[in-house]
DNA sequence: CCAATTGTTATTTA
DNA sequence: ATAAATAACAATTG
C-alpha cells in the first residue's frame, strides 16, 4: 500500500516514542522482513536504546537512536506502523514490537515483503543515503527527467514511473494520478513524449508529491486521523479502483488494463494514446 | 478454486 | 552486452 506520503504518515505513528527508551524488544525471528537484517544483534543492540529522530525518503524510514543505532523500515506492500498501550501482546502479523515505558511501537505486514535493516555507526548507513535524489527537492530537475525518459525510451511511460532509481516514492497509485494529471496516455513510450509532455510529468511529480504530503501525511506534528481520509474527489485516486468510475474531470468512464506488469486506471477522454 | 492486491528483485527474454 | 519483460515472493479477500 504505503507510496512516499503514506511513508511519511506512518513515520509520524511512532512520534509519541521520540526522546523515550526502548526497554525491551520483541521479534518474530524468522520472519521474511529480516532477511536483509542479522535479528539477534538488532535485539541487543536497541534494548535500552533510546530514539532520538526519524526521517522519511522514498518509501524508506530511518528511526535514530542513541549511540550511533539505525532502524530502517520499508513497508512493502502492506506495512504499517502504528502504536499500542504498553503490555501489549504481539498478533500474528506483528513482526517488531518496540516496548517503551508507556506504550509499545509495532511493525505489521501481513504479506511481508517489507524489511527491517539495522546498522551501527556514527553516519546513516548507505542503504539510506544513497537513495535517489528527492522529487521535492532542488535536484529533482526537468532536465534529469528528460535524460531518464529517453535513456528509458523504449519503455512505457507508465513503467518508467515506477522506478525508483530516478522517481523515488512514486508507486502505482501516483504514477497513475501524475499521468492522468499530465494528460498523458500510460501507454505511450517514455522516448516519444514531446520535451512539453516532459515537462507536465515533472511539474505534476512535484505537485502529486506536494499535495499527498499535506493531505495524507498533514502538516508539521499533526498527523490526520486515518490514512488517506481527506482526498479530495477532484482526485484519480477516490475513483481509480471503483467499478464504472468516472473521471472527475471529464465525467467519461475510466479504463483499466495491466501496463507495465501492474494495474493501471486511465481517462482515455484526457489521455490519448 | 481462481483472480486480485498501492513493491522489489532475480531471472529470462529480446 | 544492455534493457525490457516476467516470475517469484506471501497472505488475504472477493
Not at 535524460?147 to 522506478?163: D, S
Not at 494520478?177 to 510529468?201: D, F, K, Q
Not at 482526498?231 to 479504463?255: K, Q, S, V, Y
Request: proline share 6%; aromatic share 8%.
Amino acid at each position: 500500500m504505503p507510496e512516499f506520503a503514506e511513508v511519511e504518515f506512518y513515520r509520524k505513528q511512532w512520534n509519541p516514542g521520540l526522546g523515550r527508551r526502548v526497554r525491551s524488544v520483541q521479534v518474530h525471528r524468522e520472519s521474511r522482513v529480516f532477511r536483509a537484517c542479522a535479528v539477534r544483534r538488532l535485539v541487543r543492540q536497541l534494548t535500552g536504546a533510546t530514539l532520538i529522530s526519524s526521517a522519511a525518503a522514498a518509501k524508506q524510514m530511518l528511526f535514530r537512536f542513541r549511540r550511533g543505532r539505525w532502524l530502517g523500515v520499508h513497508l512493502g506492500m502492506s506495512g504499517e506502523l502504528r502504536v499500542e498501550p504498553a503490555g501489549y501482546t504481539p498478533q500474528k502479523h506483528d513482526h517488531l514490537v518496540l516496548a517503551q515505558r508507556g506504550r509499545c511501537l509495532v511493525f505489521a505486514d501481513p504479506r511481508m515483503f517489507g524489511r527491517i535493516q539495522f546498522a551501527t555507526g556514527r553516519t546513516p548507513p548507505a542503504w539510506w543515503t544513497c537513495l535517489a535524489p528527492p522529487i521535492l527537492s532542488g535536484a529533482f530537475t526537468a532536465e534529469e527527467v528528460a535524460a531518464f525518459l529517453r535513456r528509458r525510451g523504449r519503455t512505457p511511460i507508465k513503467a518508467v514511473l515506477l522506478m525508483q532509481e530516478r522517481f523515488p516514492g512514486v508507486g502505482n497509485w501516483m504514477a497513475d494520478e501524475i499521468l492522468w494529471r499530465a494528460a498523458i496516455h500510460p501507454c505511450r513510450l517514455a522516448g516519444s513524449l514531446t520535451a512539453v509532455e516532459v515537462h507536465s510529468i515533472w511539474r505534476e511529480c512535484r505537485q502529486v508529491c506536494r499535495q499527498a504530503l499535506a493531505t495524507i501525511a498533514g502538516r508539521g506534528d499533526h498527523v490526520p486521523p486515518a490514512l488517506n481520509a481527506h482526498i479530495p474527489d477532484t482526485w484519480l485516486f477516490n475513483h481509480r479502483w471503483e467499478d464504472g468510475g468516472r473521471c472527475p474531470r471529464t465525467g467519461a468512464r475510466l479504463m483499466r488494463a495491466e501496463v507495465g506488469g501492474r494495474t493501471t486506471c486511465w481517462s482515455p477522454a484526457r489521455q490519448r494514446s
